[in-house]
């Protein structure tokens, strides 16, 4: 299932380039169009201080593919196929969902490629950057199992497309670009409270060999707790559309 999602992403390539290039383009304008009039308040270049919220700009654009996938696969009547093959429900989603994943792995790689070439200088220790991987691995994960359930809630791709914005839409209102305390009170009190501010500054403190006290432990708590619970929800869905 997985290989079947991977090469039906390499058919649809202008899908594929949209998931890749959008990261890449977002970090070169908040670098450089945006980067010199942002305060960070610390003495951490722009692009240094940026690259973790790009980074989970990448899980969301990727996993809107997932999304998108489960929908027109609904749609097309090949899920039908496959379960008069008494091929699981559950590994039918879990091949979109890790086909997911490596897409994200791809374009995390290039971002960070990028992020180097213009000046990215993590101080991370060898445990650091094996933490800063297993968080954003977690998180794309959740996030993706998450676009699954997204896709068998939607009636259309389009449909999935949208729902998926506002997953994709959460790390703006957080640390991501700009610190918290920078923003309204009612905006700062929301952006927080919400789990992409959490996992942003995990990464943060990990990638700058900063201290993050508990808060890579919160992270992994609600990249859990989205996980169980659209996983889920998926199944439920799931048997819902398809009996």
């Given amino acids: 299932m997985t290989g079947r999602s991977l090469r039906l ?27 010199g009039a942002i305060n960070t308040g610390t003495d951490t270049r722009y692009v240094t201080y940026v690259v973790p919220g790009v980074l989970l700009l990448c899980a969301g654009f990727g996993s809107a593919g997932t999304a998108v996938a489960v929908t027109e696969d609904l749609k097309g009547g090949i899920i039908d196929r496959f379960r008069s093959l008494d091929v699981g429900g559950t590994a039918i989603l879990a091949g979109h969902v890790l086909a997911s994943v490596a897409r994200n792995v791809l374009a995390t790689a290039l971002v960070l490629a990028l992020a180097f070439a213009i000046g990215f200088r993590p101080t991370a220790t060898p445990a650091g950057w094996l933490a800063a991987t297993g968080l954003l691995l977690a998180f794309v994960l959740a996030l993706s199992w998450l676009s699954a359930a997204v896709g068998l809630l939607a009636k259309s791709p389009e449909a999935a497309n949208g729902y998926t914005f506002f997953v994709s839409f959460l790390p703006y209102p957080s640390s991501a670009f ?61 048997r819902r559309r398809v009996g």
């Fill in 178 to 238: 700009v610190p918290t305390d920078s923003m309204p009170s009612w905006l700062a009190a929301f952006s927080d409270h919400q789990p992409v501010t959490t996992v942003i500054d995990s990464l943060r403190a990990l990638l700058l060999d900063q201290p993050a006290g508990s808060t890579p432990w919160l992270a992994l708590a609600w990249c859990a707790g989205i996980l169980a619970g659209a996983v889920g929800l998926a199944e439920v869905l799931f």
């Fill in 9 to 35: 992403s390499r058919r649809t390539v202008d899908a594929l380039i949209t998931a890749l290039a959008l990261p890449v383009l977002l970090l070169l304008i908040f670098v450089y169009f945006f980067g």
